[in-house]
């Protein structure tokens, strides 16, 4: 969807074709149709806004991917209203070219989400290394969890995968303790954190 908006965009600059908005005729008044556009738009940003900025703090605290997408798409919902404010300003001043470089931002935009999205997903699908939740990069808590177990056990191949919302370890190369491990002992870092590492297993 990026990608065409960015052709469809991209060819209207280059014809340079002059969009134009006509007045609209309310309670016996002609008003220009622009005003009542922007405040819808205005409008319009205002939930995504708040709820975006809400939901951000939930997704960190759960470490939930799906909610922190969602949250990332409510940022996207204001940022392209206030965009598409922009375009309509700037017909409104003459500006021809105004509407059409707003809509390639807004495409940029959502070509750079999708592109960081993807490559997420497909880490996800393969049970990857436990990554951040903003990008394809090795999660810090998944960092120090590798290093406190190297420590541990010294000389030992240690592997990380992420499922949903957990972690779990594996140990290779070493024996499991003689007493009942608990994965919560081996969290290294908040306490409160703790929850993330589902299991722990060794493969002597």
């Keep these: 969807m990026g990608l065409y908006l960015i052709y469809d965009s991209g060819t209207k600059l280059i014809a340079a074709e002059h969009p134009t908005i006509g007045p609209v005729r309310l309670f016996g008044q002609e008003i220009w149709l622009g005003w009542l556009m922007m405040a819808a738009l205005a409008y319009s940003v205002v939930p995504p806004v708040i709820l975006g900025r809400l939901k951000q703090p939930v997704a960190q605290k759960l470490q939930d991917k799906v909610l922190h997408t969602d949250a990332l798409m409510q940022k996207a919902d204001w940022m392209t209203g206030l965009a598409a404010i922009a375009g309509i300003t700037g017909l409104g001043f003459g500006l021809w070219w ?107």
């Design 98 to 204: 105004a509407d059409s470089a707003a809509a390639m931002l807004i495409a940029f935009d959502i070509v750079h989400d999708g592109f960081r999205a993807s490559r997420v997903a497909m880490a996800e699908l393969a049970d990857g290394a436990p990554r951040e939740l903003e990008s394809p990069a090795l999660a810090a808590e998944a960092k120090r969890l590798r290093d406190s177990l190297a420590e541990r056990f010294p000389g030992a191949d240690i592997r990380l995968r992420e499922t949903g919302r957990y972690m779990v370890a594996e140990v290779h190369g070493a024996r499991a303790p003689e007493n009942d491990v608990d994965p919560k002992d081996y969290w290294p870092g908040d306490p409160e954190r703790a929850w993330r590492l589902a299991g722990l297993s060794f493969a002597p």
